[in-house]
Antibody
Framework: QVQLVESGGGVVQPGRSLRLSCAASGFAFSSYVMHWVRQAPGKGLEWVAVTSYDEANKYYADSVKGRFTISRDNSMNTLFLQMDSLRAEDTAMYYC?????????????WGQGTLVTVSS | DIQVTQSPSSLSASVGDRVTITCRASQGISNSLAWYQQKPGRAPKLLLYAASILETGVPPRFTGSESGTLYTLTISSLQPEDSATYYCQLYYILPLFGQGTKLEIK
């Protein structure tokens, strides 16, 4: 069965960096686009970023463009999110999400999330 | 940019009631809309996609429909386990979530 396990969250000061990981199993990870979605405490869902299967195409939400970088290692079935210049408003639970089929932009599997808190 | 307006933001209903939640897109999106259910402390769960196709394993009391740019999630006979927050998500271009509807069971 599909499993997505995020890690790397924690408490970080504003302006600092953090790198999230998502270990995937149970499906052909290297064939799928993959996404990051976040949810601030008590708030709604916000899509963050997507990468194509080969990293040739990457797209970002305006709120993180220029600060976050999505990447993947298909040999390790792992998705990453490098977060630089963090701000208080980046505080959220970060989920990696698998699309319903190879290139779709809606999600049938989610990880349990990893919590990022940006605070001095 | 496409915008989405989900309503209501919250509602309270009784077991057995029929409940509707709507999302209106600011332009045509060709049925590129999914619905999710999220319970506290849990990741979202896909309910429907392509506006009206039920995800495997989701009870048939959940249905989706479309009328122009207005998309509707209907729960035909509310059950206690349906207490959750519901989100629509457009995927016509990049993913865009609605604001969420918190559904409480009376």
């Amino acid at each position: 069965q599909v499993q997505l396990v995020e890690s790397g969250g924690g408490v970080v000061q504003p302006g600092r960096s953090l790198r999230l990981s998502c270990a995937a199993s149970g499906f052909a990870f290297s064939s799928y686009v993959m996404h990051w979605v976040r949810q601030a405490p008590g708030k709604g869902l916000e899509w963050v970023a997507v990468t194509s299967y080969d990293e040739a195409n990457k797209y970002y939400a305006d709120s993180v463009k220029g600060r976050f970088t999505i990447s993947r290692d298909n040999s390790m079935n792992t998705l990453f999110l490098q977060m630089d210049s963090l701000r208080a408003e980046d505080t959220a639970m970060y989920y990696c999400a698998k699309p319903y089929n190879y290139g779709s932009y809606y999600f049938d599997s989610w990880g349990q999330g990893t919590l990022v808190t940006v605070s001095s | 940019d496409i915008q989405v307006t989900q309503s209501p933001s919250s509602l309270s209903a009784s077991v057995g009631d029929r409940v509707t939640i709507t999302c209106r897109a600011s332009q045509g999106i060709s049925n590129s809309l999914a619905w999710y259910q999220q319970k506290p402390g849990r990741a979202p769960k896909l309910l429907l996609y392509a506006a009206s196709i039920l995800e495997t394993g989701v009870p048939p009391r959940f249905t989706g429909s479309e009328s122009g740019t207005l998309y509707t999630l209907t729960i035909s006979s509310l059950q206690p386990e349906d207490s959750a927050t519901y989100y629509c998500q457009l995927y016509y271009i990049l993913p865009l979530f609605g604001q969420g509807t918190k559904l409480e069971i009376k």
